[in-house]
T-cell receptor, first 115, second 116 residues
Framework: KAGVTQTPRYLIKTRGQQVTLSCSPI?????VSWYQQTPGQGLQFLFE???????NKGNFPGRFSGRQFSNSRSEMNVSTLELGDSALYLC??????????????FGQGTRLTVV | AQTVTQSQPEMSVQEAETVTLSCTYD???????LFWYKQPPSRQMILVIR??????QNATENRFSVNFQKAAKSFSLKISDSQLGDAAMYFC?????????????FGTGTLLAVQP
């Protein structure tokens, strides 16, 4: 069974550009969450999707957006990139939101560098 | 709002010895989940152990066990017989029980070094 796949693994962008990151969850998983990891702020929740609907959103500016497709794959987009957006972006997939036995499985992340 | 605090930025342990990583949290909820995740240099977060707050018994997974003190809002991880492969960043995380969400609130992490 394939794990969570995030593409690309590495990305270098220029300030002001926009970027799209992709996450393919484990087969059968319908819930996808995104996190930003930086040395200064640690791991911060971005948003959560289930059945193509955003269920929860973290405290990030509107430049950060996401979506989920009917096959549960998810994308997140960051517009007008700033230097502070440089981070490791992690995706986690789960069977469904909440639940006693719902474990989050993480991908290896996308390392975004904004120059 | 819930918060998770890990007060040990770095820890070191000799191979085969035991080490305990500390975690405290703050919440007004009575039911919740607590987790320890391991992040090796490969960056992939791996679940080490989980604890349901409504269970009084401390969770164990092979060499990993927790000391869950609900009243003190403390959730420490004990690693026994430490191995070189245990070297990683360890994160404590909180998840609400209700609300149908998988949102995790993470601590700042503890970097564990294992000395041969």
């Amino acid at each position: 069974k394939a794990g969570v796949t995030q593409t690309p693994r590495y990305l270098i962008k220029t300030r002001g550009q926009q970027v799209t990151l992709s996450c393919s969850p484990i087969s059968g998983h319908r819930s996808v969450s995104w996190y930003q990891q930086t040395p200064g702020q640690g791991l911060q929740f971005l948003f959560e999707y289930f059945s193509e609907t955003q269920r929860n959103k973290g405290n990030f500016p509107g430049r950060f957006s996401g979506r989920q497709f009917s096959n549960s794959r998810s994308e997140m987009n960051v517009s007008t990139l700033e230097l502070g957006d440089s981070a490791l972006y992690l995706c986690a997939s789960s069977l469904e939101p909440g639940g006693i036995n719902t474990e989050a499985f993480f991908g290896q992340g996308t390392r975004l560098t904004v120059v | 709002a819930q918060t998770v605090t890990q007060s040990q930025p770095e820890m070191s342990v000799q191979e085969a010895e035991t080490v305990t990583l500390s975690c405290t949290y703050d919440t007004s909820e009575s039911d919740y989940y607590l987790f320890w995740y391991k992040q090796p240099p490969s960056r992939q977060m791996i679940l080490v152990i989980r604890q349901e707050a409504y269970k009084q018994q401390n969770a164990t997974e092979n060499r990993f066990s927790v000391n869950f003190q609900k009243a003190a809002k403390s959730f420490s991880l004990k690693i026994s017989d430490s191995q070189l492969g245990d070297a990683a960043m360890y994160f404590c995380a909180y998840r609400s029980f209700g609300g149908a969400t998988n949102k995790l609130i993470f601590g700042t992490g503890t970097l564990l070094a294992v000395q041969p």
